[in-house]
Every structure is written in structure tokens, then in C-alpha cells.
């Protein structure tokens, strides 16, 4: 017979091994957060490195070199800005460009692509804010460009100052443009450019030997820039020099690693340039031809891209024609894939700087852009992704619950098999694993839920932070851009004093909300019996709170929604297993 003392003496400590499994569960999870976001940050730091370096690039089928030394290349643009982008596009003749998405023209002193802006973008989210500008002219603040050419030894190229005659007045797609030069020496060069309605460039170079003796001459191609991205590069999100060699992506170099010498590659194809958070320029030369490319830095705070292919004999009378192409625009995840799977562009997906987990992100970004275009707004489309995970992860919930109903009502047989074999403990794990396997419980089901939830969260922070498709996407009310944190926050009365309150308590509604939406899904939760870990619980909601205010909006806006499905769940849950949420009897004096 069992005394209200033993039921007493057993409840308290069923109650502590509830306890002790709620402790493991936390622990379990913040361990899987730390391996979650810990890991892509040691591999950053300490994995290996690319280490490529270039041989002596020689002729073709001779023994002339044209580059002796493996860091020569193109010269580094390196012109201070001196003058107004205004004045300096209009010093020189120009083709324009005339696009659905690019605006801009072609400098034909040089036959330079130097002035773009992105039609479809702005740059703030002020209805009268100008369109982003990608490419300047050198000698502009923000110079930034692209131009092909040819080297040789013994040739006289076309150079920055050469003054290319063009075929047309405007660059648009289905209407190509030619630019001829002549050296008056026996070379003809040409440049065949066209674009697409999008962000790409073709570059066909031809050059045609009319002399008596044959030339040694290659092709190159060269992007250069004025100063480092604005966007900074770490450990989740790549800017700076971004390449495709050897069949992989390289994101191991950065503007320091450049500004300490030149990092050179060699090998067939890939690709070549620089990357920003939402934007990219990308040297893409014939994918049959070897290359050797490197990064370099010049003065005034310039870094060039560029790439020579595999020099070649041209004979009298012979010509020589290769094609390129260069990437310059918006990284919309589509059109990066559609260039990557239908124009053979190796990798070009991976200018999104997806990560390690790559295999659930992209399916998360595809899903939530294809609600977006049913539904019309990012903030909707993030409310349709949450129903849908939570329904997924539902039936796992349901026999969770199920589990933790189980492993309560099992607590007393397991104490007194912890008891009766207190002196064996491998006998007493026997009995215990064959105790789960006759009640059909399993004690990590509790765990799985929130192993599941993390990579889904780590998932939509990513696509969140990388993807141009939710930058500047609007929700409702003040709510206009669901890529950035809330703006409104009560330490100014919402904006009606004129004080910046510092950023790290600056609390915006939306965080404030998933404080309360948290609280409250905690205290559905069966009580600790520790005080310790109350008072961890008490806190934690507000805790999260401030730390996601600097968030964006729309992971916020996941989180609540993701806690308030939560709540009604475990309600629906509670009804269906009462006994979760009978609280253990108080332990009574002996």
C-alpha cells in the first residue's frame, strides 16, 4: 500500500526529472544554435584556403612570352576623383544604354562599360528617391567600370585613350553595337557588343592580323573599382572580390587579402569580379578558354579584377575572335539560376552567398517568392510560410506532446526500477529502455521540434538578409520594409519627439510584440520546479526581445507568427492530454 508520504516523496520527484528534461531540452537547443551559426564561422575563419597560382603564361605554338612575370596584367586604373559625373560623361562620346533594367551609356574613349544605373531599383524607400548607380566613369567619386582589350608583345592595342568608332548610337536588346579600331600598324580590333533585357552583356573581340609578320596577342578583360563595398563582409554574408575557379565558388577572398598582394588563379572558365550585398559585376570569359585572372590593388584605395586568356600566334592575313560576357546588376536569385542552368554560367547561383545550408534555404526562398506572387506582399507571403511549416511540423508536435504525456505517467515505474537497481546501473538502463519500449515512448521526441525549428529560422534569416526580392518590400502601416528593423518605437512616441533614441534600445513595436507573444507561450508551459530556471524562463521573452530589435521585420514578423500558432497548438494539445498540465502536489512535511 502506498502512504500519502511515498505519493508525495514520488510526485516531487517526478516533477524534478520533468524538470531536469526541460532543462536538456534548453540545453539541447542552445547547443544546436551554437553548432548552427558557430560552424559557418570556424570554417570562415580556420577551413581551407584557396591557394591558386598562375604558371608563366606563354604563346601558343611559340616561344614568345607575353608574360613573363605572373603578376603582369592590365594596368590598375588608379585616377583620383577630381571631377563631377556630370562633366566627365559629357567629355568624351558615348553609346547609350537603353534597357528594361539598365540605363546608361558606353564611354568610346576606351570602350569602357562606366555608366549604369539599375532602372528597377531605388536607392532609399523615399517615393522620389533615385535609382541605384552601379558603374561611374574613372576620375568620378564612386568609379567603377569594365573594359576589354588585348595585350601583346610587339603590338600596339588599343588603350584607355583610344577613341573606338561605333556602329550605333544606341545599345539595346536585339540591337547590337560594333566598335572598330585600327592601330595603323596591320591590326584591326573590334568589339561586338550586345545585352539582354536584363543584366547581361555579350562581348565578342575580334582582331584581324592585315601585316606582314605574325603578332602574339590575348584577350583580357578587367573590372576595377574605387574603394571597398559599403555593405561589410562577415562571416554570414560575403562582399568583396567573389570568384568561380576550378569548379567551385571562392569566397575566401577579401580586400585585405588583396591590399596585401595580388591573389591570382589560373585554370578554364569560371568567373570573376566583385560582389555587394544586392549587386554584382562579373567577368565571365569563354568557359572553353584558360585564364589566368587576379585581384590587385592600386593607388588611391582602387582593387581591379581582371584576366588574360592563353595568348595566341596570329598569322598574316588570319583573324582572332573571342567571346566574353559581364554581368552587371541585381542578384535576383531567379535570374542567377536562369543564367546558371540555361547560359552555362558555372556556379552563378552561388553569388549569393547562400552558405552551408544552401539545401534548406533555397527551397524556403522559393516557396516564399512563389507565395508572394499569389498573394502579392512579402508580409502575407511570410504569414503563409509559417502556417505552412507549423502544419508540417504538426503531427511531430502532436506525438511530441504525446511523448511528454507518456514519460510523465512512466516517471513512477522508472524511479522504482531506479530504486530496485540503484547498485546496477547497466541492468537499470536495460530496464528502462525496455520500460520505453513497452509504453512506446521515446525521450528525445521532445527535442525534435526544436531541432527542426532552428535550420527553418537560421533559413529565413538568410534569405531574409541576402535576397534583393524582399529589399525595400513593404507590409502594412509604418511597416515599408520588411528587410530592415522596425523604425517605430515608443522611446520617441513613435516619432512625434525629435530624438533618435541609440540603436541599442531603440525597441520597435514589432519586437515588442514577439516579447509579449513569447511570454505568453512560455506560460503555457508546465512551471519549472527550480527556481533558477524560473526565473531564466521569467526573463527570456524580454531578453529576446532586445536582442531581435535590430532584426529585420519580416523574421520578427515569422517569430510571432510562429508563437501565436504556437499558443493556440498547445492549447489544443493541453485539451487532448490534460495531464501535462497537472502540476505536481506540494511536498508535505514529515
Not at 55 to 74: C, F
Not at 95 to 118: E, F, Y
Not at 417 to 439: N, W
Amino acid at each position: 500500500m502506498v502512504t500519502t508520504r511515498s505519493r508525495t516523496v514520488i510526485t516531487s520527484e517526478v516533477a524534478e526529472d520533468v524538470n531536469e528534461n526541460s532543462r536538456n531540452i534548453v540545453i539541447f537547443a542552445l547547443i544546436a544554435v551554437l553548432v548552427m551559426f558557430g560552424w559557418p564561422l570556424v570554417m570562415h575563419k580556420y577551413g581551407p584556403k584557396s591557394t591558386a597560382n598562375p604558371p608563366v603564361t606563354r604563346i601558343e605554338g611559340g616561344k614568345t612570352e607575353i608574360a613573363p612575370n605572373p603578376g603582369a596584367g592590365p594596368a590598375v586604373d588608379s585616377a583620383k576623383a577630381t571631377q563631377d559625373r556630370a562633366t566627365v560623361l559629357a567629355a568624351s562620346p558615348r553609346v547609350r544604354i537603353d534597357t528594361p533594367t539598365l540605363k546608361g551609356s558606353i564611354n568610346l574613349k576606351g570602350a569602357r562599360i562606366d555608366d549604369l544605373v539599375l532602372s528597377k531599383y531605388a536607392q532609399t524607400i523615399a517615393k522620389k528617391s533615385p535609382p541605384i548607380r552601379l558603374l561611374s566613369p574613372s576620375g568620378t567619386p564612386g568609379a567603377y567600370f569594365a573594359s576589354f582589350g588585348w595585350r601583346g608583345e610587339g603590338v600596339a592595342a588599343p588603350g584607355p585613350d583610344t577613341l573606338w568608332h561605333a556602329s550605333g548610337e544606341v545599345l539595346s536588346p536585339g540591337h547590337p553595337v560594333t566598335l572598330t579600331a585600327d592601330n595603323g600598324q596591320g591590326q584591326r580590333f573590334r568589339i561586338d557588343l550586345a545585352v539582354d533585357d536584363q543584366y547581361m552583356f555579350t562581348v565578342r573581340q575580334s582582331v584581324a592580323n592585315i601585316g606582314q609578320a605574325p603578332v602574339a596577342i590575348a584577350t583580357y578583360a578587367l573590372v576595377n573599382r574605387s574603394g571597398a563595398s559599403a555593405d561589410p563582409s562577415s562571416w554570414m554574408l560575403h562582399t568583396g572580390p567573389m570568384l568561380v575557379h576550378n569548379g567551385a565558388a571562392d569566397y575566401d577572398v577579401d580586400y585585405k587579402d588583396v591590399d596585401k598582394g595580388a591573389q591570382r588563379f589560373t585554370g578554364p572558365g569560371g568567373w570573376y569580379g566583385f560582389s555587394d550585398q544586392y549587386w554584382l559585376t562579373a567577368l565571365i570569359p569563354d568557359q572553353a578558354q584558360t585564364v589566368t585572372a587576379q585581384y590587385r590593388a592600386g593607388g588611391n584605395d582602387t582593387y581591379q579584377a581582371d584576366y588574360t586568356a592563353t595568348p595566341k600566334q596570329l598569322a598574316p592575313g588570319k583573324q582572332m575572335t573571342q567571346t566574353a560576357r559581364f554581368f552587371a546588376g541585381a542578384k535576383e536569385v531567379r535570374l542567377l539560376d536562369h543564367y546558371q542552368d540555361q547560359a552555362g554560367v558555372p556556379d552563378f547561383g552561388k553569388a549569393v552567398d547562400w552558405g552551408w545550408f544552401e539545401i534548406v534555404e533555397k527551397p524556403i526562398f522559393y516557396y516564399l517568392d512563389w507565395l508572394f506572387r499569389l498573394v502579392g506582399n512579402f508580409g502575407v507571403a511570410i504569414i503563409l510560410l509559417t502556417v505552412t511549416i507549423r502544419g508540417l511540423m504538426f503531427p511531430i508536435a502532436q506525438r511530441q506532446f504525446a511523448s511528454m504525456a507518456k514519460m510523465r505517467a512512466m516517471q513512477p515505474k522508472m524511479k522504482a526500477i531506479q530504486e530496485r537497481y540503484k547498485d546496477d546501473k547497466p541492468r537499470q538502463q536495460q530496464e528502462i529502455m525496455a520500460l520505453y519500449k513497452t509504453e512506446g515512448a521515446n525521450p528525445l521526441a521532445g527535442c525534435l521540434p526544436t531541432l527542426l525549428q532552428i535550420p527553418v529560422f537560421y533559413a529565413l534569416y538568410k534569405v531574409l538578409r541576402l535576397s534583393i526580392e524582399m529589399r525595400h518590400q513593404p507590409f502594412v502601416l509604418w511597416i515599408k520594409d520588411l528587410s530592415a528593423p522596425d523604425p517605430l518605437t515608443p522611446l520617441n512616441l513613435f516619432g512625434l519627439l525629435h530624438y533618435t533614441p541609440p540603436h541599442v534600445i531603440a525597441i520597435g513595436v514589432v519586437p515588442i510584440l514577439l516579447g509579449v507573444s513569447m511570454y505568453f507561450q512560455f506560460k503555457l508551459n508546465p512551471a519549472p520546479m527550480d527556481d533558477a530556471q524560473k526565473q531564466v524562463f521569467a526573463i527570456m521573452p524580454w531578453v529576446f526581445m532586445f536582442v531581435m530589435a535590430s532584426y529585420a521585420v519580416g523574421l520578427q514578423l515569422y517569430w510571432i507568427t510562429s508563437n501565436c500558432l504556437a499558443i493556440a497548438q498547445q492549447q489544443w494539445l493541453y485539451s487532448r492530454h490534460p495531464e501535462l498540465k497537472t502540476k505536481p502536489e506540494p511536498k508535505q512535511a514529515t
